[in-house]
């Protein structure tokens, strides 16, 4: 059983910089893939990034490509999100998730739309909402 907690939500201006930090615990290792979704009033959950479990690969979807950056501290067990330049309409509440299959993130990725991504994620953390102010 993994547990996740998200933290760093607030309010921010469009065009700043906000980070998001997601502490896991439990589980027999820190040997799971990794990943940040949204979801909007209203609207499905979207996949942001997700990253390895050894940290060395990441990916984007492309709504935040190039803005956003994703890591991991494997010592400290927690992911993180760097939001750049974050845009009005990315007010969301955001999640972390842990994925524990036996697919790793770079096929996940690859084979799977990004709607679906979140299918192969295990755990949840409970949410921190952002809200990007004009």
């Known amino acids: 059983q993994v547990q996740l907690v998200e933290s760093g939500g607030g309010l921010v201006q469009a065009g700043g910089s906000l980070r998001l930090s997601c502490a896991a615990s439990g589980g027999t290792s820190s040997r799971y893939d990794m990943g940040w979704f949204r979801q909007a009033p209203g609207k499905e959950r979207e996949w942001v990034a997700s990253?390895?479990?050894?940290?060395?690969?990441?990916y984007y979807g492309d709504a935040v490509k190039g803005r956003f950056t994703i890591s991991r501290d494997n010592t400290k067990t927690t992911m993180y999100v760097q939001m750049t330049s974050p845009k009005t309409e990315e007010k969301a509440v955001y999640y972390c998730?842990?994925?524990?299959?036996?697919?790793?993130?770079?096929?996940?990725?690859?084979?799977?739309?990004?709607?679906?991504?979140?299918?192969?994620?295990?755990?949840w953390g409970q949410g921190t909402k952002v809200t990007v102010s004009s």
């Open positions: 998730g842990a994925n524990i299959g036996w697919r790793e993130v770079d096929a996940v990725v690859a084979t799977l739309r990004p709607e679906d991504i979140h299918w192969e994620y295990d755990y």
């Open positions: 990253i390895s479990w050894s940290g060395g690969k990441s």
